[in-house]
C-alpha cells in the first residue's frame, strides 16, 4: 500500500497564501492519479482538485482560478497551491492516491482561514 505524508496546513489570514505538499512511498507514483479532497467543520468531504498521470488538471468550480494542482514525479509529490485564501475554505485537506491496486489516503493537514 502507498503511504501518503502530507504538509503544509497552518493559520492564515484571508487573502494569504498556503501550500500542501504530500509525499508519496514507493516507485508507482508517476502511474497514479492524485487528487486532494477537504472537509470543512460540520460538513461532508468534497472533491477540491485531480491530476493524472500525463499532468491534466481538473478543479472544483468553488477553488477554480485561486487553487493550482501540480506533481512532481521525481520527488513522488504532489502539491496544492492555494492562494487568495477565502473565509469558506478551512477545513481538513486530504489527498488520495488511486491505481495500481491501490487507493490510498493522508491524514489531512488542517488549514485555517481567519482575521
Known amino acids: 500500500q502507498v503511504q501518503l505524508v502530507e504538509s503544509g496546513g497552518g493559520l492564515v489570514q484571508p487573502g494569504e497564501s498556503l501550500r500542501l505538499s504530500c509525499a508519496a512511498s514507493?516507485?508507482?507514483?508517476?502511474?497514479?492519479?492524485m487528487t486532494w479532497y477537504r472537509q470543512p467543520p460540520g460538513k461532508q468531504r468534497e472533491w477540491v482538485a485531480a491530476i493524472s498521470t500525463d499532468s491534466s488538471t481538473a478543479y472544483a468550480d468553488s477553488v477554480k482560478g485561486r487553487f493550482t494542482i501540480s506533481r512532481d514525479n521525481a520527488k513522488n509529490t504532489v502539491y496544492l497551491q492555494m492562494n487568495n485564501l477565502k473565509p469558506e475554505d478551512p477545513a481538513v485537506y486530504y489527498c488520495r492516491s488511486r491505481g495500481s491496486g491501490h487507493d490510498s489516503w493522508g491524514q489531512g493537514p488542517q488549514v485555517t482561514v481567519s482575521s
Open positions: 514507493g516507485s508507482i507514483f508517476s502511474r497514479s492519479f
